[in-house]
T-cell receptor
Framework: EDKVVQSPLSLVVHEGDTVTLNCSYE??????LLWYKQEKKAPTFLFML????IEKKSGRLSSILDKKELFSILNITATQTGDSAIYLC?????????????FGAGTTVTVRA | DSGVTQTPKHLITATGQRVTLRCSPR?????VYWYQQSLDQGLQFLIQ???????AKGNILERFSAQQFPDLHSELNLSSLELGDSALYFC???????????FGQGTRLTVV
């Protein structure tokens, strides 16, 4: 069975700090790893990673994948209170037409002013 | 707004009842996924449809069923409801396996 483990489970930081979130996985037929941000309701898409070593960036957020060591990290620099959310990591298999995502439990990030 | 529409937003029903949750995917997306999120379980994959056909099944209970219609909207049917079925039910859609899935706002089901 696919396994996705995120760490830490939660963290509290002050505005301006940098946070690093970890996601490790054990998946049969790995295809891609995705990061989502969940605030009040629907998870919103952040990044999709399929290749090792290529950093994806969006503003203050960045992420990288290591397919050899089976993990990914999500970095948030210069954190703001609006970054407070649950960050979810998900992995998808390499099967034609099958995009079942297996999610980790999430990391709850709280940014204090 | 992700473009994925779920109705209703909230649903309160009694144990033993049956409900239907509806999802309209983003325009052009052929694949629809259903997920259940409860406080102690996180996001759990239930089932996936691709262009009307069931493609993948997760830990979906036998009391639950789903279908995707020719116009690509999907319905998740939950029957013989139990208190433990109370959760947020998300629908997500994607074009295909090469693209990310976008989530709807969810339906919060409360079984009393």
């Amino acid at each position: 069975e696919d396994k996705v483990v995120q760490s830490p489970l939660s963290l509290v930081v002050h505005e301006g700090d940098t946070v690093t979130l970890n996601c490790s996985y054990e998946v049969t037929n790995f295809r891609s790893l995705l990061w989502y941000k969940q605030e009040k309701k629907a998870p919103t898409f952040l990044f999709m990673l399929t290749s090792s070593g290529i950093e994806k960036k969006s503003g203050r957020l960045s992420s990288i994948l290591d397919k050899k060591e089976l993990f990914s990290i999500l970095n948030i620099t210069a954190t703001q209170t609006g970054d407070s959310a649950i960050y979810l990591c998900a992995v998808g298999p390499l099967l034609i037409g099958d995009y079942k995502l297996s999610f980790g439990a999430g990391t709850t990030v709280t940014v204090r002013a | 707004d992700s473009g994925v529409t779920q109705t209703p937003k909230h649903l309160i029903t009694a144990t033993g009842q049956r409900v239907t949750l509806r999802c309209s995917p983003r325009s052009g997306d052929l694949s629809v996924y259903w997920y259940q999120q409860s406080l102690d379980q996180g996001l759990q994959f239930l089932i996936q449809y691709y262009n009307g056909e069931e493609r993948a099944k997760g830990n979906i209970l036998e009391r639950f069923s789903a279908q995707q219609f020719p116009d690509l909207h999907s319905e998740l049917n939950l029957s013989s409801l139990e208190l433990g079925d109370s959760a947020l039910y998300f629908c997500a859609s994607s074009v295909d396996m090469n693209t990310e899935a976008f989530f709807g706002q969810g339906t919060r089901l409360t079984v009393v």
